[in-house]
């Protein structure tokens, strides 16, 4: 069976995650090999997808769970949160 | 609010006539013009502020693109869809080429609203069939009775 790393975060991001800090989080994602998914108020959302992260609608403070399975799981699971924590107006 | 509301027969172009995405944003922004008075005499500042934001990180995905600015001094909301059929260059993270831009423009306040409307967006555009129903439609009422019925779905 697979591992999944789990790690959380709080959007920093004043605005939430709108297009600008949804196209950091895809173009990290897709440089790993891993499965990533963002956990938000009970959806689910792809990494690798701008459309698919965008529907999370993740507003400034909420929680999210970043799921990360496969190769470089961690590394990856580290780089999510590392965006997600970051201001990027 | 229901965001179906922000779409008329107006806010649709059915058949971009263009060979690169910045003529089309610049298409899709004089439809906007049109449609909106507080925004004809700002065409050229529009135009350069949703190329500039794409030139931050691309829109497009899955066919999709959704280039948007917020403006100041403008009060309401203003989205046009545009449909190109064979699709364009956008420089999409996913290679996909863009056949359907929905371009917003909003108001400097009302950043949470404005991310539901992106959300709503974003869950109507990655449905599968979005984009193969979009390029197909005939009329511009087509498109908004598709947008209607996958916010319902």
């Known amino acids: 069976m697979v591992e999944t790393i789990v790690r959380k975060a709080k ?3 004043t605005h939430g995650i709108h297009a600008r800090p949804s196209h950091a989080i ?7 090999e891993a499965t990533i998914e963002l956990h938000c108020d009970g959806r689910v959302a792809d990494a690798r997808s701008i459309l698919s992260v965008m529907t999370l609608g993740a507003a400034h403070g909420a929680e999210i769970e970043v ?8 590394q990856a699971a580290v780089k999510m949160v590392e965006i997600l924590c970051a201001d990027q107006g | 609010m229901n965001y179906v509301d922000l779409f008329s027969e107006q806010t649709v172009l059915l058949d971009l006539q263009v060979s690169d995405s910045d003529s089309a944003l610049s298409a899709m922004v004089d439809q906007m013009a049109s449609n909106n008075p507080a925004l004809a005499e700002r065409k050229d500042e529009l135009l350069a502020a949703l190329i500039a934001r794409e030139a931050q990180g691309s829109t497009g995905d ?22 190109h059929k064979e699709g364009l260059d956008f420089a ?8 359907v831009f929905f371009c917003v423009v909003r108001p400097e306040e009302g950043a949470e609203e404005h991310l539901g409307l992106l959300r709503w967006l974003a869950g109507i555009a990655k449905h599968e069939d979005f984009v193969s129903f979009s390029v197909q439609a005939n009329e ?5 009775d598709l947008l209607s019925e996958l916010a319902a779905a």
Do not use: C, R, W, Y
């Open chain 2, 62 to 83: 899955a066919g999709v693109g959704m280039p948007h600015v917020k403006l100041a001094g403008i009060t309401d909301v203003s989205v046009v869809i545009g449909i």
């Open chain 2, 92 to 99: 999409a993270l996913d290679g996909s080429l863009v056949q």
């Open chain 1, 67 to 74: 799921h990360a399975s496969g190769p470089q799981a961690e």
């Open chain 1, 26 to 32: 895809v173009s990290a994602a897709i440089d790993f």
């Open chain 2, 140 to 144: 511009a009422q087509q498109v908004i």
């Open chain 1, 11 to 13: 959007v920093v991001n």
